[in-house]
């Protein structure tokens, strides 16, 4: 039976088969339900008016009554902008126009009684609301004059508290909506209508998807009042209990399905025993050891090592800020998979890490007739056909590649030890692909340069295990990071050019981000040119997403190899590259970065003996978040202090740091940084209905499996582990 809630959204009215191709190519919205499930990112509350005298610069979207006293036009030509002077009984506000001031013109009245709706902003000491919306209030047009007293005293209302009659009384849902939405009339606006005439369609309640003595344990509202109220609320405390109910239901989803996970994977697979550390571990740390290990390096190893006696299968996150020396703990590690006759394969996230990776390795390899091979995508033909001979035979020891190293033909003839390298490029669904690869589920190793702080990692990835190296190899000198607004840029061309002629080579990186792409490359394109004008006795490389993956790689090698001395690029180098010899970031438009890409920035430098520098060239106007978040960056170099900050800072919605931590699902609602306490309480109902119901056969958790069955369906990642 086709429940109402998978009815294809083409046949709600409204929609039509053109929209619903827009909503399902914008949105991926296909059926009721996900409409539904599709939140508002923020409610504007205009279940209140606020008296002029009442607000200031640092509020968020008020409601204002009053009239329009007189009109005025400041500056001329393009910079021309219309201010009403805009009054109720108790103050002036100036409402500002900017764009369309002949249509504000020819359409406010002064003597007028408006309901203006807008966020008020401080400029020049005096507050006010550009751009505002307007809404006449018919049949209410006493003079403003008659309200005011005699002498031209505002008169201030008896009680300020007593909020005044607002027309529309609530809350209004705002919902993200692209471009694409917006022209055939899928705003925000839009959005909320479908909404609303779709839960007025549903005539029965939305069925419950949490079992009732949860929903009392938990205090929770049903899922059909939180769904109605967190479209439309009815009041602040209902959008609250709402939100709680949908976020606790969110969080519980997936704390059960890693729990009940972790309790198969250990149920089922037995993990292959190394039982001892040999002659190629000895030798390799006897004769080839670089340099001593550092206490955090040793510690993990150790941990490793336990895991890899314990007859389990390890399944380890390993996290070391920028430059700590996992390599080299990969690598170490990988030789007691050889001493054990086991092969190791290393995962990286793009050709030109592996190729690194595999340099490396070789490098300190040296004289220890261990085969280590490469495999990616430009490995073709005879030579692939070679390598994937010499791999089922058991004749390469460790196979260093990119997803080349999943496709199914890719075999080994006993994969032991499998290291993730930048995990948050890889989902579970490709770990669970390379278990494939051996009758007994090799070990794994995830490592990451992007931290999160430990007991939120634990409760995230709850199937896997953590090591920290929190610790930098000594003797690194740490970056020095400065702020510069960019019409400063003589300054830095003149320390740019210093340590060019020192030797040193500079990158230059510019923000991506997709809604805006077509900008920002033309942005990188100016950039590089004016570049290759400020420093035309120098060689400049650019690089950028778009390149194919060949044309990418051959800029970077250039760059590594001095050839050029300067690098123009997008985010793509983000990840990993090691050129000892750059000792300059230089981050344009750096408030458009997030905290955690930033740092990921500037770990690229610093990584040779010189002194190095990052620049964090910024607009001089910048929002209270971005100072905030630069500030953060010149203040520490410390990946863990600041990956804490960001989870601060972080505002609900935003989901950067899931996207980067890797996470296997998205949350649509609730936010690991603000709602801690709820994903605990989530975590602990999941453990508990995991522990009391081995077989699932609890009639009263019926309810928990069959939406558990639902969800995976829907999120390819979730059902990949099993
Ligand atoms: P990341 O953790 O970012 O992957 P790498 O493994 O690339 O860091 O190591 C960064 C640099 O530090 C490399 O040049 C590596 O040779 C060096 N390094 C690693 N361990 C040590 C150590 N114990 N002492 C000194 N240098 C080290
Ligand atoms: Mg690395």
Not at 249 to 255: G, S
Not at 460 to 465: C, I, N, R
């Amino acid at each position: 039976m086709l429940k109402q809630l998978d009815q294809d959204i083409k046949y709600l009215k409204g929609v039509g088969p053109v929209r619903a191709e827009v909503l399902k190519k914008e949105l991926g919205i296909v059926t009721f339900r996900d409409l539904l499930y599709y939140y508002p990112y923020k409610y504007v509350d205009r279940s209140r008016i606020y008296y002029i005298c009442e607000i200031n610069g640092s509020m968020p979207y008020v409601q204002l009554k009053g009239q329009i006293l007189s009109f005025e036009t400041v500056g001329t030509g393009r910079k021309t902008r219309l201010v009403a002077h805009f009054a109720d009984r108790t103050g002036v506000v100036d409402l500002v126009w900017f764009q369309g001031v002949k249509y504000a013109q020819k359409n406010y009245q002064c003597r007028t009684t408006y309901i203006v709706f807008g966020k008020p902003t401080v400029f020049n000491g005096r507050v006010q609301i550009a751009h505002p919306d307007i809404d006449k209030v018919e049949g209410d047009n006493t003079p403003l004059e008659d309200m005011i007293s005699f002498d031209g005293d505002m008169m201030v209302p008896y009680n300020l508290s007593s909020a005044q009659d607002s027309p529309y009384g609530k809350f209004v849902p705002c919902y993200n909506t692209t471009e694409k939405m917006k022209n055939c009339g899928l705003n925000s606006d839009g959005m909320a209508k479908l909404t609303e005439k779709m839960l007025q369609l549903l005539r029965e309640p939305l069925e419950e998807t949490l079992p009732p003595y949860i929903l009392a344990r938990n205090y929770l509202i049903s899922l059909d009042d939180a769904m109605r109220n967190v479209h439309f609320p009815e009041s602040p405390q209902m959008l609250e209990r709402a939100q709680q109910r949908l976020k606790f239901e969110e969080l519980f989803y997936v704390q059960v399905n890693i729990l009940r996970y972790a309790r198969d994977r250990i149920r089922k697979f037995r993990g292959i025993m190394f039982n001892k550390v040999g002659e190629v571990f000895h030798t390799f740390y006897r004769q080839n050891l670089p340099f001593p290990l550092t206490g955090a390096q040793k510690r993990v190893i150790k941990e490793i090592r336990e895991d890899m006696r314990s007859g389990r299968q390890m399944n380890r996150l390993l996290q070391g800020d920028v430059g700590s020396g996992k390599t080299l703990v990969a690598l170490l590690c990988s030789l007691i998979a050889v001493d054990n006759g086991y092969q190791t394969c290393i995962m990286a996230p793009t050709e030109i890490l592996a190729e690194q990776h595999l340099e490396t390795i070789r490098g300190m390899l040296h004289g220890m007739n261990l085969r280590v091979e490469l495999l990616t995508g430009i490995v073709k033909g005879k030579k692939r056909e070679a390598l994937l001979a010499d791999l089922v035979t058991g004749q390469i020891h460790i196979l260093i590649g990119t997803h080349a190293v999943i496709e199914d033909n890719v075999l080994f003839s006993r994969l032991g030890f499998v290291i993730i390298d930048e995990q948050h490029r890889f989902g579970v669904a490709q770990r669970a692909k390379l278990w494939q690869k051996n009758t007994v589920p090799p070990h794994v190793l995830v490592m990451t340069a992007t931290p999160i702080p430990r007991t939120l990692a634990m409760t995230l990835y709850g199937d896997l295990d953590v090591s920290v190296i929190d610790e930098l190899p000594p003797g690194r000198k740490p970056v020095e990071t400065v702020h510069q607004y960019e019409n400063r840029r003589d300054n830095l061309n003149t320390f740019i050019h210093q340590q060019l002629r020192k030797g040193r080579q500079i990158y230059i990186v510019y923000p991506l981000i997709e809604e805006s792409e077509k900008i920002d490359l033309k942005n990188l394109e100016d950039g590089y040119e004016q570049v290759c004008r400020d420093f035309s006795q120098y060689k400049v490389g650019k690089v950028h997403g778009r390149l194919k993956p060949a044309e990418k790689d051959e800029v970077m090698q250039r760059f590594a190899s001095g050839e050029t001395q300067i690098l123009v690029a997008t985010t793509v180098i983000e990840v990993g590259v090691n050129v000892p010899n750059a000792s300059v970031m230089v981050i344009e438009n750096a408030e458009r970065f997030g905290l955690s890409q930033l740092h990921q920035l500037r770990g690229r430098v610093g990584r040779g003996a010189e002194q190095s520098y990052c620049v964090l060239v910024t607009k001089f106007k910048m929002s209270d978040e971005s100072r905030k978040r630069i500030k953060i960056m010149v203040d520490s170099n410390d990946g863990f202090e600041i990956a804490e900050m960001d989870l601060k800072l972080r505002g609900p919605g935003d989901l950067e740091g899931t996207q980067q931590s890797g996470m296997a699902f998205d949350l649509k609602i609730a936010n690991i940084a603000r709602d801690g306490q709820l994903l605990m309480k989530a975590r602990e109902e999941a453990q508990k209905v995991i522990d009391s119901d081995e077989d699932e056969s609890n009639p009263a958790n019926e309810i928990i499996w069959r939406r558990l069955r639902e969800l995976r369906k829907s999120n390819i990642n979730w059902g990949a582990i099993s």
